[in-house]
């Protein structure tokens, strides 16, 4: 494709991360800066990887981890990514059948609210159910290489759970998470809005923990294209940036919410609604029929914080792959998974210079050196021997 002409074709998950890209080409912004764009609404992630890394999709909305994982040529065959636009931050939770809920409060030794009660409380259950010869509790995550994935495997790990002899993790699209509780194939999962709340409002399941119980910041979704295109489409892609940061600034001003959740709602896009949407845009969610938490970092897509691609959530990544063994350590690594994350494009479309970042905020362990993730690993294998 030459550069600034032709159709674009940019595939996405209907999830509501996915809100600045819907809301940049519904809402007319990627038309204004010339762009014709056509959004493809896939159900797995492994299509929307495959489809973008062979060249069927321009542009993707894609899990970070998937993006650093396609650079490194893990799970899949080496196509280097570059992440002009961080999508959103954080958006995750961690939801489990009222069975579940119940059997962990009758282990726990404190409030169930502290991911640390709840996943010693696992801990315990997991071993009375092996002792008395019962399956593993099950749960579901979007893809080995995500952060659902890693922040299951992160909360569980804290408590005492070895997440590949305690408990089942499988993979599920998104969509199919809340059937998947209804019917009895996972007791709990790990997903993004709006399928945690789907869950709780169809009765099947309530919200244990958000994903900021684990994480305090966490890159979820990026905008993701290949790094070749990248070079051979500069104009292209600085237009696509700045739609997507005129979506996000809309998604980030409290006036502009109903008509974002109206674009998300929308049937051909996610299909929920669209109050739904609205109140996961502004944090507040029924964890429980009657019970609504807030937490206004439950999902960060507007302002610059969370959209300025950060190489230290790259980092944070990375490491987390090394620990679960999908990639050994070494510092050719460390470099490759940073210069995915691209904050020298997001400053060029938009004419911004940066800042300092927040860092991760883990909910246990030391504080994460992104220059020494070797330091991070060491801690916890040193306290899981």
């Known amino acids: 494709m030459s550069e600034d002409t032709g159709r674009l074709r940019i595939g996405y998950i209907p999830l509501v991360d996915a809100a600045a890209l819907i809301a940049a080409v519904d809402k007319g912004f990627a038309r204004e800066e010339g762009l014709d764009v056509e959004l493809v609404r896939e159900v797995s992630w492994s299509n929307v990887r495959d489809k973008l890394n062979l ?121 199919y998470m809340v059937d998947s509780l209804a019917k009895g194939h996972v007791q709990g999962f790990c997903v993004g809005a709006p399928w945690n709340a789907v869950a709780v409002e169809q009765g099947f399941g309530r919200i244990l923990h958000f994903g900021t119980d684990i994480v305090a910041r966490a890159s979820e979704k990026v905008f993701a294209v290949r790094d070749r295109w990248a070079a051979e489409n500069a104009g292209t892609l600085q237009g696509l940036v700045r739609a997507l940061g005129r979506a996000s600034a809309l998604i980030d001003d409290p006036a502009g919410r109903d008509e974002v959740a109206a674009l998300i709602a929308a049937p051909a896009r996610v299909n929920v609604p669209a109050e739904m949407i609205r109140r996961t845009l502004d944090g507040r969610l029924r964890i429980a029929p009657g019970v609504e938490r807030t937490d206004p970092r439950y999902l960060l897509a507007g302002d610059a914080a969370a959209t300025r691609p950060d190489p230290v959530q790259a980092a944070w990544i990375y490491a987390q792959m090394v620990r679960w063994g999908q990639t050994a350590l070494s510092p050719e690594g460390l470099a490759t998974a940073k210069a995915v994350f691209r904050p020298d494009l997001y400053d060029a479309a938009l004419g911004t210079t940066g800042g300092a970042a927040d860092g991760v905020g883990a909910f246990a362990g030391p504080e994460f050196d992104p220059d020494d993730p070797a330091a991070h690993l060491l801690a916890w294998r040193a306290a899981n021997p």
């Open 55 to 175: 060249g069927f999709f321009d542009a993707a909305h894609l899990l970070a981890p998937v993006a650093i994982a396609s650079s490194l040529g893990i799970g899949h065959v080496r196509v280097p990514i570059a992440v002009p636009f961080n999508l959103n931050l954080n958006g995750n939770a961690i939801t489990v059948t009222h069975e579940l809920f119940a059997a962990l409060g009758a282990e726990a030794e404190g409030d169930l609210a502290d991911p640390m009660v709840s996943a010693r409380a696992l801990a315990k259950l997991a071993a009375r159910r092996r002792k008395a010869g019962e399956e593993p509790l099950a749960f579901g995550m979007t893809f080995p290489f995500s952060n659902h994935n890693y922040q299951l495997r992160f909360w569980m790990a804290a408590g005492g759970v070895d997440p590949d002899e305690d408990v089942r993790l499988v993979v599920l699209p998104p969509p």
